[in-house]
């Protein structure tokens, strides 16, 4: 069963666009959501993540929305360049005392000059 | 060294065949993640050691995957009898505890032929 659902699976955006990546989630213990980059042949690094108190995050050009209620949030990426080209992933994990990072399949990001 | 270090980088090992992987964490570090990423995919999470706990093997898919780890040092991820399906990006993490940011390594290519 899969708990965190991403869509789309891939994006092309010209540079200058704002993509826009969503994720959803089913499990009510989940209480903070990183959203994670990988570039090919790295391992994941920590962009930018949410706790639910809170409906918006803004770091440098990254914005993550979150809606509690419709259990969903999504990564913003403003004024897209090149280099932000990536495969982005968000995840979750449920309260105080966990470690288990649950992730969704990841959006292949295009971003064209 | 400053990050999470993986070797081998690439292992094709031949299909009924056992290997291991190592996972270097940072200095430190008290809690080490193995992950499985396949192709397309989010990251699969696998085992969980934190200190000297008994570690999380809920991960695992089989028998034929084991890990260790001594103390906050070196773990190794040992799949034996190999199968095609095994073949994945496998990424270790580690973190200063449990519930905080986990930094990744760069990760080992498994090819099974």
């Known amino acids: 069963q899969q708990q965190v659902k991403q869509s789309p699976q891939s994006l092309i955006v010209q540079k200058g666009g704002i993509p826009i990546i969503n994720c959803a989630y089913e499990?009510?213990?989940?209480?903070?959501f990183p959203w994670y980059q990988q570039f090919p042949g790295k391992g994941p690094a920590l962009l930018i993540a949410i706790r639910p108190d809170v409906s918006e995050k803004k770091e440098g050009r990254f914005t993550i929305s979150f809606n509690k209620s419709a259990k969903q949030f999504s990564l913003h990426i403003m004024d897209s360049q090149p280099g932000d080209s990536a495969t982005y992933f968000c995840a979750a994990r449920s309260g105080a005392g966990s470690y288990q990072l649950t992730f969704g399949k990841g959006t292949k990001l295009s971003v064209i000059p | 060294g400053a990050g999470v270090s993986q070797s081998p980088s690439n292992k094709v090992t031949e299909k009924g065949k056992d290997v291991e992987l190592r996972c270097d964490p940072i200095s430190g570090h008290t809690a080490l993640y193995w992950y499985r990423q396949r192709l397309g995919q989010g990251l699969e999470f696998l085992i969980y050691?934190?200190?000297?706990?008994?570690?999380?093997k809920s991960g695992l898919p089989s028998d034929r995957f084991s890990a260790e780890r001594t103390g906050e040092s070196v773990s190794t991820l040992t799949i034996q009898r190999t199968q095609q399906e095994d073949s994945a990006v496998y990424l270790c993490?580690?973190?200063?505890?449990?519930?905080?940011?986990?930094?990744f390594g760069q990760g080992t290519r498994l090819t099974v032929v």
């Open positions: 993490a580690s973190s200063p505890q449990k519930n905080t940011e986990a930094f």
């Open positions: 050691f934190q200190g000297n706990s008994a570690p999380d």
């Open positions: 499990n009510t213990a989940f209480d903070y």
